[in-house]
């Protein structure tokens, strides 16, 4: 039976005290007050430009953009912005032709397309949008031939092909569709000859070739189909040296051997075949020395340095463990690095057997990032002393130039570039404090010096924490974090600073090798692995008055490594391995004696990989592989060896990639996944083999780690392409004709990318592609009229990239979003345009990215970087907001349930009270919440000072409560909770869920 009761009114106003309320989010706690490491900007691409360098750097205020340097500090400056606030611009790399360097840049209107800059600011614009659109054309093999740039990019019509640029629109075309249509007709090695350019390419009949050409159509010509016919040489290595290409191809009869032409199909021809007949000598690292060329081939089992000349080709040395991608000539030396077991020393050749061995002078046990200026040969040398630091070798003598990170740590020189006509460099090394910033040195220590600082420390600003792992347990947040001296821990928080704490310091090891992990919260407990340093890691729990480990699964130092977990009434499933029966699936309610493996699905020492725990009205369903197969099983649980059953084997398909599963459970049944990572199709099951079949194969999407399923509302919710409307938005209710789309969102078969699905205000709330508006926040309703744009939060194809969506009571939801001047920030929306308000946490265009939003006793905690204290925890109070906490007391199978909506100021709260047992009087308590929840009979009081006690209807009662508008309670909160008490006398209550009830706007 259901009935309606009418809640009267209370006087609120005289009952509970007056409250403030924050306005706007408040940083929480400074956890981590250590002063903030010097930033890094990460230069890279260091290019000789004019009289000095161009290169890509990163500043907290504009994101990595492009740089100029005249080897000065004050001559090292911005040299544009090429996408307004803190997102990248710049892509790269940069290649210098004529007056112009040319790099691929991305507005956040285009895409990546071909940008150019004569070094100034007025100087850098965007060459041509190849690609129209946001898409970006994918350049690749940008090469300068005098002051023409050849480069390959896909257009989107054209496929992969080449095209040429003087820097003007005008003179920027397309010069061949090679592959006619889509195809792409050139995907790599492009090198510039005699005016043009010599390629490998592919025109659809004689297979990938050498070709050249010299920017027009006419003057694009096939040099010769090597391999005939539509088989591929496969032509490799392009090298120009003396006015050659030098490369590697197989003619289909020889193997793949060294060839040369001069850019005419008369002049190409195969040096020699080294390895006589159809096996390849796979030569690389073609490099100048002298008049001749020397390069790296196989002559048998071992790769071997060769040199070519007037006289021939020629052996010079055995190399075995050179590295050909490293070949470095200085014109009259080679320089390359050899492993020899645990070392990798620097060598040198002169082009004679005699002349090739290591570099001489001080020892280095490890080499890289070879680069030459000059007849000098700049490298990343380590020695035991100094680390990774920046060495030379002249004439093949080898020393350190400084140690620019001094001791035994590596300040890990890279990305050497030398000053136009001058001795000095320019290089990327770390210095911390100062991080990682670009350097020069003239080859002395004297003059080894700091370039500029680009990204410097901001006064005053402190380290993160580095929080993550947030819960609320009954009105307590608990999260993990680290404040710099005890390493990872667990905090608490009531929401307030003065109530943010470390819960304990369990590990003295501030750097554990498995940090705590919060795996779920059940009443006012949270449940969470960590390694006190005695027993490894472990299952531990803590609430407002206790702190113990749960048990030793593993006895002694090694780890059980607790990980997956979901939690069924008070019971904590979870995986573990305890050493003898590998990772298996266990159950506890809190208590070491009732900690207990569940079964071993894989007998003995084998791991089955139980992944996926999902509750179905209080049934535990999961993958795992009990088998020992490819294939995942589908099972299920009552905690009990007994009652874990096998509910399928997909030994026969579709199960093949079990990484990438998802589960949701929609009542008593589960709708999952099943499928290769390529094709995933959607199933549904109730626990019995019967009972679990197929319901459509519609292509889910898995472009995203994110989760593909969400549950709401008694239905899945999900992302797949049916082949006709793209990707978008589909639910099911667990039966065929139940399994739909709900709305084309990009109508046709383009896709809207539906993603970041989340429930909250009574609607789906997901990012979408609108084809005109860009990546938005929608809602849905599960209806196709019901799903609409919430707003276009950054107006025209610009996108606010909504994510984190997050329920707070009955009527809002934080998220996160932004635009290209504010970065991603908060946002707390009603779903409508005109309801969704932002908040500039972090004012200087970063962003503060928010997420992890959890509503804990009326306030919701998030973490947030302001720009000055690093990620740490903040909160902000939503208003009025309702919030189900604690667990629910069952006698005889039957779980009362209490619900409530948000009460807001001059308003009312709905509370609806379910599931009430026959044979008993119910009682609805209203109270304050001013201490710990406390056990009565059984049950737990989760309301402390009671101020009322309403009757309930027997099984439902529903009801009214009338809220005052006075705005000194806004703030305020009440607790409220049914009891059931039985008519028959006996001491056997029952107990709904407590509601915590925050009064606002």
């Known amino acids: 039976m259901t009935s309606t009761c009418a809640v009267l009114p209370l006087a609120l106003a005289l009952l509970l005290p007056a409250h403030s309320l924050a306005q706007g989010p408040q940083l929480l706690a400074d956890v981590q007050v250590t002063p903030e490491l010097e930033p890094w900007s990460y230069p890279r691409d260091l290019t000789p430009f004019g009289a000095g360098v161009l290169f890509a750097a990163t500043r907290e205020d504009v994101g990595e953009e492009l740089w100029f340097s005249d080897g000065t500090t004050s001559g090292t400056r911005l040299v544009a912005e090429v996408r307004p606030g803190t997102a990248d611009g710049y892509w790269g790399p940069i290649v210098v032709a004529g007056p112009l360097a040319f790099f691929a840049a991305d507005d956040g209107i285009r895409g990546a397309e071909l940008w150019c800059t004569d070094g100034t600011r007025a100087g850098t ?75 490998a390419g592919d025109d659809g009949v004689n297979g990938t070739e050498p070709w050249y050409s010299d920017g027009t159509l006419a003057g694009t010509t096939l040099l010769l189909d090597i391999a005939a016919g539509p088989a591929s040489s496969s032509p490799g290595s392009l090298t120009v040296i003396n006015g050659r290409v030098w490369f590697r191809a197989d003619d289909g009869i020889s193997g793949s051997e060294p060839w040369t032409t001069d850019g005419t199909p008369t002049s190409i021809a195969m040096l020699t075949d080294l390895r006589p007949g159809a096996a390849s000598s ?199 974090a680290d404040d710099g001296v005890h390493g990872p821990e667990l905090w608490k928080s009531d929401g307030t600073n003065a109530g943010t704490a470390l819960v304990a310091d369990l590990d003295p090891d501030p750097t554990p090798s498995l940090p705590p992990r919060v795996l779920a919260a059940i009443g006012d407990t949270v449940y969470f692995a960590a390694d006190d340093g005695i027993h490894g890691q472990e299952l531990w729990r803590a609430n407002g008055s206790s702190l113990a480990m749960v048990a030793d699964i593993r006895p002694g130092a090694s780890s059980s490594v607790p990980w997956s977990a979901c939690a069924i009434g008070a019971r904590l499933f979870f995986t573990a391995s305890d050493g003898i029966a590998g990772e298996e699936l266990w159950v506890t309610d809190g208590s070491t004696a009732n900690t207990r493996l569940v079964a071993d699905l894989r007998p003995g020492g084998e791991n089955s990989y139980v992944h996926s725990l999902r509750n179905a009205s209080g049934t535990l369903f999961f993958f795992a592989d009990a088998q020992g197969g490819p294939e995942d099983e589908l099972w299920r649980s009552d905690g009990t060896a007994a009652g874990t059953t096998l509910v399928r084997d997909f030994a026969n398909g579709p199960v093949v990639e079990g990484g990438g599963l998802q589960m949701v459970a929609i009542g008593s049944r589960i709708v999952f996944t099943a499928g290769t990572y390529s094709n995933r199709e959607l199933w549904v099951s109730d626990g019995t083999p019967a009972n679990t079949f197929w319901l459509a194969d ?71 592609q609108d084809p005109a508006l860009g990546v938005e926040p929608f809602v849905s309703d599960g209806t196709a009229g019901g799903t609409r744009m919430v707003g276009d939060l950054v107006p025209g194809y610009g996108s606010s990239a909504p994510m984190n969506f997050a329920a707070v009571g009955t009527r809002r939801v934080l998220f996160r979003a932004g635009s290209p001047s504010t970065g991603p920030e908060l946002l707390v929306s009603d779903g409508s345009a005109v309801g969704t308000l932002a908040f500039d946490i972090r004012p200087d265009h970063h962003g503060s990215l928010p997420g992890s939003f959890v509503l804990s006793a009326g306030r919701v905690i998030f973490f947030a970087d302001d720009g000055m204290h690093g990620q740490e925890p903040w909160v902000i109070e939503p208003g009025a907001t309702s919030q189900s906490i604690g667990l629910r007391c069952t006698r005889g199978g039957v779980a009362p349930r209490l619900g409530a909506t948000d009460p807001v100021l001059g308003g009312s709260t709905r509370i609806t009270a379910t599931n009430g047992p026959a044979a008993t009087a119910g009682f609805l308590i209203l109270g304050l919440r001013d201490g710990a929840p406390i056990g009565i009979l059984g049950c737990t009081v989760l309301v402390g000072t009671p101020l009322a006690w309403v009757p309930l209807a027997i099984p439902t009662s529903q009801g009214d409560l009338a809220i005052p508008s006075d705005p000194s309670l806004a703030g305020a909160l009440i607790a409220i909770q049914a009891w059931y008490f039985p008519t028959d006398g006996s001491l056997t209550p029952s107990a709904s869920n407590g509601v915590y009830l925050t009064l606002g706007n």
């Open 125 to 199: 614009r965007l060459v041509l949008d190849v690609a129209p659109g946001a898409g970006g054309s994918n350049l690749r093999e940008l090469t300068a031939v005098g002051s023409t740039l050849f480069f390959l990019a896909d257009d989107g019509v054209h496929g992969f092909e080449l095209w040429r640029s003087d820097g003007s629109v005008a003179g920027t075309w397309l010069v061949t569709d090679l592959l006619p249509g889509p195809g792409h007709g050139v995907l790599s090695e492009v090198v510039g000859l005699s005016g043009g350019v010599v390629f």
């Open 282 to 480: 796979r030569p690389t690292s073609f490099c100048a020395l002298g008049n001749a060329v020397v390069f790296a081939a196989y002559d048998g089992p071992l790769m071997e340095l060769w040199r070519a000349d007037a006289q021939g080709v020629a052996l010079v040395s055995g190399i075995t463990g050179a590295d050909p991608d490293q070949f470095r000539s200085t014109g009259s030396r080679v320089y390359f690095p050899v492993v020899n077991g645990l070392s990798t020393r620097v060598w040198s050749s002169d082009g004679t057997t005699g002349g090739t061995a290591p570099i001489s002078g001080a020892n280095h046990t490890a080499a890289r990032q070879l680069a030459v200026n000059g007849d000098v040969l700049w490298f990343a040398g380590t020695d035991p002393v100094h680390g990774e630091e920046p060495w030379t070798a002249r004439s093949g003598v080898g020393a350190m130039v400084a140690d620019v990170r001094p001791g035994v740590l590596d300040s890990q020189p890279g990305g050497f570039a030398p000053f136009p006509g001058t001795n000095r460099m320019v290089f990327a090394a770390t210095d911390p404090p100062i991080g990682r910033e670009p350097w020069t040195s003239d080859g002395t220590p004297g003059n080894t010096r700091l370039l500029s600082n680009v990204n410097p420390r901001r006064p005053g600003a402190t380290l993160g924490s580095a929080p993550y792992g947030l819960v609320d347990a009954a009105g307590t947040a608990y999260f993990v």
């Open 698 to 768: 519609l292509g889910i999407d898995r472009r995203y780690d994110g989760p593909e399923l969400v549950s709401a509302e008694g239905r899945a919710w999900f992302v797949a392409d049916d082949g006709v409307h793209g990707v978008e938005l589909w639910s099911s209710d667990g039966t065929i004709s139940g399994t739909r789309l709900v709305a084309d969102i990009a109508p046709g078969a383009t896709s809207s990318w539906p993603e970041f699905l989340a429930t909250g205000a009574g609607v789906l709330w997901f990012a979408a």
